[in-house]
């Protein structure tokens, strides 16, 4: 079930995150992708430590590169033409993420391509969209974060701005690359016309401000820092306890109701807390009263009587603890893949797509640089 996309061809000439990211979710679907990789490699192969086993393997190549094979190929080399022909007139799309200089040099940009391989989708990861005066502008995570305004939002109240601790808008444009990239192939089957799939780093991250942005549209003015607070629900953060931290979401009313209960507080008394909107005015003073109850009380505690009455709760986690401990529990996503090369397991995430219970998974791992 999981190889649904088994008959498309996927020519991924992307690098670092963006681009591997959307061509490892069709590789778990099934799709046959081959990775394209200048002569030294991606560059994230030597992003590192941590390294793994003989060949230097680094953990951020192993998370987004799953079930493709790769190919060391020159495309400035004249040599590697022929090749470059056969690998794009088999294909389906190819996904790139070059500088436009760059596409142009090599001859890639999508007008060339569509003019000589017309059935050939091209699916572009840029860092500003190619109509606006950035264009040429080029573009990481961490660098998009700060132009986005994300980077503004994250951290604690007066603090400095933070970045995300993973780049989430690599992740979130990979999303939004795959999603088009199979929007493109029904079009296609549908029309026969092959079309040109763009996703700009920099609107993938404005899009993930989703209700923030709303705010911003709505009153024109700039949002502040909440550290884990909400800013439009309340309480919906952590709160330190006798044994650690948890997070609470009260996402209804009649959540808080039961959590006010537990807290021992009247809202006869305090009946502009009954509603979330007067809660959001009254943050502060709410917080002051919910605080000294969850720091006299152990997590476990809370998390019981939190799923005994419906409310999301949960300890605040590391990530050891959740890939180790927590399997099996809380999530079936940590898998292993057989390495015959080099006769050895993988340790892996699987897709979080169950297709009819099953989950999507790739067949092959994170492919050595030239085997």
């Given at each position: 079930?999981?190889?649904?996309l088994s008959?498309?061809k996927v020519l991924?000439?992307s690098?670092i ?5 959307a061509t490892q979710?069709?590789a778990?679907?099934?799709a046959e992708v081959?990775k394209?990789e200048?002569?030294?490699g991606?560059?994230?192969?030597g992003?590192g430590?941590p ?5 230097g393997?680094s953990?951020y190549?192993?998370?987004?590169n799953?079930?493709k094979r ?5 495309l400035a080399d004249e040599g ?9 007139t088999?294909?389906d ?6 500088l436009?200089?760059t ?5 890639l ?7 000589r391989?017309?059935k050939?989708i ?10 606006v005066?950035?264009?040429?502008r080029?573009?990481y ?9 994300l980077?503004s939002i ?17 992740v979130?444009a ?8 199979q929007?493109a192939?029904l079009?296609r089957e549908r029309t026969g016309?092959a079309?040109?799939v763009e ?21 024109g ?5 909440l550290?884990n607070?909400h800013?439009?629900?309340v309480?919906?953060q ?5 044994d650690?931290?948890?997070?609470i979401?009260c996402?209804s009313d009649?959540q808080f ?5 537990w807290a ?5 008394q305090?009946s502009?807390w009954?509603l979330?909107?007067?809660?959001v005015?009254?943050?502060e003073r709410l917080?002051a009263v919910?605080e ?18 419906a409310?999301?709760?949960s300890r ?6 959740v ?10 996503l ?7 090369a ?7 995430l699987?897709?979080?797509v169950?297709f009819n219970?099953l989950?999507?998974?790739s067949r ?8």
């Amino acid at each position: 079930m999981s190889q649904l996309l088994s008959h498309y061809k996927v020519l991924d000439f992307s690098r670092i995150l963006a681009g591997p990211f959307a061509t490892q979710l069709l590789a778990d679907f099934g799709a046959e992708v081959l990775k394209i990789e200048p002569p030294a490699g991606d560059p994230t192969r030597g992003w590192g430590p941590p390294f793994e086993g003989e060949t230097g393997e680094s953990a951020y190549f192993r998370c987004a590169n799953r079930g493709k094979r790769s190919l060391a190929m020159d495309l400035a080399d004249e040599g590697c033409k022929a090749i470059l022909h056969e690998l794009m007139t088999s294909a389906d799309v190819l996904v790139e993420n070059f500088l436009p200089d760059t596409a142009e040099q090599l001859g890639l940009t999508w007008e060339k391509i569509h003019d000589r391989y017309p059935k050939l989708i091209v699916a572009s990861v840029r860092g500003f969209a190619s109509d606006v005066p950035a264009c040429r502008r080029p573009g990481y995570d961490f660098v998009l974060q700060a132009e986005s305004g994300l980077m503004s939002i994250t951290g604690e109240p007066g603090g400095s701005p933070m970045k995300t601790g993973v780049a989430i808008v690599d992740v979130i444009a990979g999303l939004y690359l795959a999603n088009g990239i199979q929007a493109a192939w029904l079009h296609r089957e549908r029309t026969g016309e092959a079309i040109h799939v763009e996703v700009p780093l920099m609107e993938a991250a404005l899009a993930s401000l989703v209700n923030v942005a709303a705010e911003t549209l709505m009153t024109g003015e700039a949002p502040r820092r909440l550290g884990n607070a909400h800013p439009h629900i309340v309480p919906y953060q952590t709160f330190a306890c006798k044994d650690g931290d948890v997070a609470i979401g009260c996402g209804s009313d009649r959540q808080f109701e039961v959590l006010a209960l537990w807290a021992g507080i009247d809202l006869e008394q305090e009946s502009g807390w009954r509603l979330n909107r007067g809660r959001v005015t009254d943050r502060e003073r709410l917080l002051a009263v919910l605080e000294p109850h969850f720091r006299a009380a152990e997590v476990d505690a809370i998390i019981a009587f939190c799923e005994a009455h419906a409310i999301p709760a949960s300890r605040v986690r590391t990530v050891d603890d959740v890939l180790f401990r927590q399997a099996g529990r809380l999530h079936q996503l940590v898998t292993t893949i057989y390495d015959e090369a080099g006769s050895r397991m993988v340790p892996v995430l699987a897709s979080p797509v169950l297709f009819n219970d099953l989950r999507a998974r790739s067949r092959i791992p994170p492919p050595r640089f030239r085997e």
